[in-house]
């Protein structure tokens, strides 16, 4: 039987994120309902599915090879893992993940020396405790099933929550008082499957496709035919990831011009080079953006 590396990827909020990034990188993911074991084109990778916070604990161990979960997940298992890649991506947006410690609005506590005594509710119970001992505070810490917001004040004083964009907790009139960490989603992978060298290579080449779709998520490439007298004025209006490339266009005193930018940027950049005498213009998407 030829040698597999059995992949951990978080199920739930951040699956279909993970998959769609992974689609980018290069391969498709699918799965049925109600099965932890979808199908990947790759014949050298197993996945499983499984909540993103118990990933890193069954890395740890060995049971997975390697696994996708927040750096707030690895900590919070104390898991003694590699670190492949660090991949900005959460459910919503590219933007990292905050854990924070949020209050009621108009609670009267400020900081985190208020939490003298108090009772606080969160599923990331060892990180908690770890913040407070630092801080040199005492407090009660329980573990929250879920739906932690809800629980303050009426049975908690504060919580420690996972946010992206803080919606939920303004929703809820909480106020955050201090953030314990920013997080992102990290490819990591025990010590034995890395010094495994199939595993290794494997888990390296994966790194590069999926960090390169990542690059490519908010750019865009822009050809572009020109005069070229114009050539100057052109590179003039046009930022790029390092210089644009310019070929001569055959029998011609046209040049073509070719560059990746932020896709932000087009609709202001697209109307400035027509303008500046570029004609032609094609904007086309990214797949992936290997430096």
Do not use: C
């Not at 070929?247 to 080079?273: G, T």
Request: proline share 4%; glycine share 6%.
């Amino acid at each position: 039987m030829s040698a597999k590396l059995r992949l951990g990827l978080p199920k739930g909020s951040l699956q279909e994120s993970t998959f769609q990034l992974f689609k980018r990188a290069g391969f498709n993911i699918s799965v049925r309902s109600r099965s932890y074991y979808p199908s990947i084109d790759d014949p050298e990778i197993e996945v499983v599915l499984m909540r993103a916070q118990e990933i890193p604990r069954y890395v740890n161990e060995g049971v997975l090879d390697a696994g996708l979960s927040g750096l707030d997940w690895i900590l919070e298992n104390e898991a003694d893992v590699v670190e492949v890649a660090d991949l900005a991506y959460s459910k919503q947006t590219t933007n990292p993940i905050r854990v924070v410690v949020a209050v009621a609005e108009n609670s009267g506590i400020k900081t985190i020396k208020d939490l003298e005594g108090k009772r606080i509710a969160t599923e990331l119970v060892r990180l908690t405790r770890n913040y407070l001992a630092k801080n040199g505070v005492t407090a009660s810490v329980e573990f929250s099933y879920g739906a932690t917001e809800v629980k303050v004040p009426q049975l908690v004083d504060a919580i420690v929550d996972i946010t992206e964009t803080g919606s939920s907790l303004r929703a809820n009139k909480l106020e955050v008082i201090d953030t314990i960490l920013v997080s992102t989603t990290r490819l990591h992978a025990n010590h034995k499957a890395w010094a495994d060298s199939f595993k290794r290579e494997k888990l390296q080449n994966l790194a590069v496709l999926l960090l390169g779709a990542l690059r490519a998520d908010s750019k865009v490439g822009l050809k572009m035919n020109l005069p070229k007298d114009k050539l100057e004025d052109i590179l003039a209006i046009l930022p790029a990831m390092k210089h644009p490339t310019v070929s001569q266009l055959i029998n011609s005193d046209w040049v073509a011009l070719e560059a990746v930018l932020d896709e932000k940027q087009v609709r202001e950049l697209i109307p400035a080079l027509r303008r500046g005498g570029a004609q032609d213009i094609i904007e086309y998407p990214l797949n992936k953006v290997i430096p």
